[in-house]
């Protein structure tokens, strides 16, 4: 009963003209004035930001600031994955036989996820990883491996939430999402795909890298609002960090596992 009372009221509130009233006024300049106190509330560490708070116009300036590099070191190594993004890692594992994976005890299916049948079938028994990233993290996306782009697309009309209630009661908000998928050649000559899901409300992915030759740690793009990133490695193309258990919290650079 939760779960369809919870989906009708997100079905009532996620439209356009929510989306829109939500986007302007995280881009207005009177957002600004709650900047302060969105960083009490989520205790954001604000040494690491590489501007004062008064430089931020907006909110959603804020929401998308870079950090200094210095806080967020990339692991060296060529066979290093890092992680691409500042999150909690929610679920991870082995992608079934059946070409499934299951996050908050909801089942997702790889292929629906890519948008493609034929692509997902090289997934089958490699590796996943969701990273689920809270209002309070840092925004901005980076490349957790050195590799060539083999094919990116764009999926989805429409986001749901990506929260705790949301991958609990909502219908298949990590596969059924707006995202934009990208496939890559890796330095083990083995695939991986990166998937950037949009989160409720709106649909902003912004991808910032361009170059068909990503490297380990350089940004690719950002996020606007708080959302998940997907990784999926074929089998026996990778090993995640044997210390690694969903629950934990990552940053940017931070070693996830090694291609095999």
């Given at each position: 009963?939760?779960?369809?009372?919870?989906?009708?009221?997100?079905?009532?509130?996620?439209?356009?003209?929510?989306?829109?009233?939500?986007?302007?006024?995280?881009?207005?300049?009177?957002?600004?004035?709650?900047?302060?106190?969105?960083?009490?509330?989520?205790?954001?560490?604000?040494?690491?930001?590489?501007?004062?708070?008064?430089?931020?116009?907006?909110?959603?300036?804020?929401f998308i600031?870079?950090?200094?590099?210095?806080?967020?070191?990339?692991?060296?190594?060529?066979?290093?994955?890092?992680?691409?993004?500042?999150?909690?890692?929610?679920?991870?594992?082995?992608?079934?036989?059946?070409?499934?994976?299951?996050?908050?005890?909801?089942?997702?299916?790889?292929?629906?996820?890519?948008?493609?049948?034929?692509?997902?079938?090289?997934?089958?028994?490699?590796?996943?990883?969701?990273?689920?990233?809270?209002?309070?993290?840092?925004?901005?996306?980076?490349?957790?491996?050195d590799g060539?782009?083999?094919?990116?697309?764009?999926?989805?009309?429409?986001?749901y939430p990506?929260?705790?209630?949301?991958?609990?009661?909502?219908?298949?908000?990590?596969?059924?999402?707006?995202?934009?998928?990208?496939?890559?050649?890796?330095?083990?000559?083995?695939?991986?795909?990166?998937?950037?899901?949009?989160?409720?409300?709106?649909?902003?992915?912004?991808?910032?890298?361009?170059?068909?030759?990503?490297?380990?740690?350089?940004?690719?793009?950002?996020?606007?609002?708080?959302?998940?990133?997907?990784?999926?490695?074929?089998?026996?193309?990778?090993?995640?960090?044997?210390?690694?258990?969903?629950?934990?919290?990552?940053?940017?650079?931070?070693?996830?596992?090694?291609?095999?």
């Open positions: 009963m939760k779960q369809k009372v919870y989906q009708a009221l997100i079905e009532l509130t996620n439209g356009r003209w929510s989306s829109l009233a939500i986007q302007r006024f995280a881009k207005s300049s009177w957002s600004r004035k709650i900047i302060p106190s969105y960083i009490r509330t989520y205790g954001i560490q604000m040494q690491e930001v590489s501007q004062s708070i008064d430089s931020f116009p907006s909110l959603h300036d804020f600031r870079k950090i200094d590099t210095q806080y967020r070191p990339i692991t060296k190594g060529r066979s290093v994955v890092s992680s691409p993004v500042d999150a909690k890692v929610e679920s991870m594992g082995t992608i079934t036989s059946t070409g499934t994976f299951v996050v908050k005890e909801k089942s997702y299916s790889v292929a629906e996820l890519l948008g493609n049948v034929e692509q997902s079938f090289q997934y089958v028994g490699g590796t996943y990883f969701v990273f689920y990233l809270s209002p309070a993290d840092y925004h901005r996306i980076h490349s957790p491996v060539q782009v083999r094919n990116q697309v764009t999926l989805g009309k429409k986001s990506v929260n705790q209630a949301g991958l609990s009661y909502g219908k298949v908000p990590i596969s059924g999402n707006y995202r934009q998928v990208t496939h890559l050649v890796c330095s083990n000559l083995k695939s991986c795909a990166v998937i950037s899901v949009g989160a409720m409300f709106v649909n902003s992915i912004h991808i910032t890298n361009s170059s068909s030759d990503w490297k380990k740690g350089e940004e690719i793009g950002y996020f606007t609002f708080g959302s998940t990133v997907v990784l999926l490695f074929p089998e026996d193309a990778f090993q995640a960090d044997s210390a690694l258990k969903p629950g934990n919290r990552v940053r940017v650079g931070e070693k996830i596992g090694n291609m095999l």
